[in-house]
């Protein structure tokens, strides 16, 4: 059984061989075993936005270097940002003011005679 054995693979399936070879695309057992193409499978059907949506990031995030850096960072901004400045630096002002189940009123009035 010879690796261009045409009466078992169809052209395009060679092509693709070749083409994945020079590329550096698959590996050496692939490459001898001409099998792996006769079982290709295909999708089930057309995939949903939502799918198409999560591979993209998924594949976005997995191929970033300087990236996964950089989201790093903006990630622990937002949290030095809310949950410690806040905590320390906002205090929560209806709480300290208004009467518990009053919110609403001491909103409205404070908006009106302001």
Request: aromatic share 16%; net charge positive; glycine share 6%.
């Amino acid at each position: 059984m010879g690796l261009l054995n045409i009466e078992n693979h169809s052209i395009i399936a060679i092509i693709e061989k070749n083409i994945a070879i020079i590329f550096g695309r698959i590996n050496l057992i692939n490459y001898l075993c001409p099998i792996h193409y006769q079982f290709k499978t295909k999708p089930m059907g057309k995939p949903s936005f939502w799918n198409k949506a999560f591979h993209l990031y998924y594949d976005g995030f997995r191929s970033m270097t300087l990236g996964r850096t950089l989201w790093a960072i903006i990630l622990i901004k937002l949290f030095i940002m809310f949950a410690i400045l806040k905590v320390f630096f906002f205090p929560n002002f209806l709480k300290q003011h208004a009467e518990e189940g009053h919110e609403a009123e001491f909103v409205a009035n404070e908006m009106l005679n302001r």
